[in-house]
């Protein structure tokens, strides 16, 4: 393993939710540049939602890698976006970016619709990424818009794009649902992330049992623990970003890279036919249970 990967992260902070990759010191490794592909997934057509930075970004130009043709979405983060756009045309392979709130059922619909059009009419994967995530000291302070919009984005979003999405996906597709060790474990900060992703292990273990007596489609998730990504920064004061990872068993953030071989895994019909309903935990070292 990589020296650089043990690094600390210096103090830092940005004022808005997403978060921007760009500004961030040092840059999270999501470009997969030691990557050797396999072609598991040549000749697939894929949507990641997220898609312009982190954990997404990497899980795009991996896919891209592996031989699928890739849709980006993301929020309003365009020159990340651009970035991953550049290296997924680098790795030989088409990408479009779209730019809007997965939080609006009329977004999904639309973005879906032009995603398809984009992939020629087909959608072999779907990874549904997108989340953000605000700190709250007090329970009892939590605001009502704050608990609805981190709801719209992490669970409902879920929701829209795969009901979309299905009507485009063809027997043998696979669907990918990022939730997170928070999900597990609690967090005293992040009720409200945490519940949300507690939500997205049902709902994949429950669309799992749905979609694959429909359709033959596989749905699995995917449980990160602490990874260095925009979201941090964007999220936790100068100290809390700095320290970000340190609590986990491996002593460090993970980057964005080391997840997204537990999507391609996923996503490749050749390695994981016989997993559907289930959750991969990159998490550094974490024992989950449940």
């Known amino acids: 393993m990589p020296d650089d990967k043990q690094t600390p992260q210096p103090p830092q902070k940005q004022g808005r939710q997403p978060g921007v990759e760009a500004e961030m010191m040092p840059q999270p490794k999501d470009r997969m540049e030691g990557w050797k592909p396999a072609n598991k997934l040549q000749g697939k057509r894929a949507v990641v939602t997220g898609g312009d930075s982190g954990i997404g970004r990497a ?23 651009e970035e991953t756009k550049r290296h997924v045309e680098a790795a ?14 009329g977004f999904c619909a ?44 992490n669970i409902f979003g879920y929701f829209w794009m795969a009901k979309n999405a299905l009507k485009h996906m063809p027997e043998g597709g696979a669907i990918i649902n990022t939730t997170s060790v928070t999900a597990y474990q609690g967090n005293p900060q992040l009720i409200d992330y945490a519940s949300t992703k507690g939500a997205i292990v049902a709902f994949t273990r429950s669309l799992a049992k749905s979609l694959f007596e429909q359709k033959k489609i596989r749905v699995n998730g995917v449980a990160p623990g602490p990874i260095w990504t925009p979201l941090i920064p964007a999220s936790f004061d100068e100290e809390k970003t700095a320290q970000h990872g340190s609590s986990a068993p491996m002593q460090r953030p993970g980057q964005p890279d080391e997840c997204a071989p537990s999507y391609i895994f996923l996503a490749a019909e050749s390695d994981s036919s016989y997993i559907n309903g289930q959750v991969l935990h990159p998490n550094g070292g974490t024992v989950v249970n449940g």
């Open 59 to 81: 899980v795009a130009i991996g896919f891209a890698k592996e031989g699928a043709d890739v849709v980006v979405l993301y929020k309003d983060e365009h020159q990340d976006a």
């Open 92 to 105: 030989g392979r088409k990408c479009l970016a779209i730019a809007g709130d997965v939080g609006d059922p």
């Open 110 to 153: 639309k973005a879906v619709e032009q995603a398809a059009r984009f992939l020629g009419g087909r959608i072999d994967i779907l990874v549904n990424n997108a989340a953000e995530q605000h700190v709250c000291e007090d329970f009892a302070e939590i605001p009502e818009a704050q608990v609805e919009r981190t709801f719209r984005t």
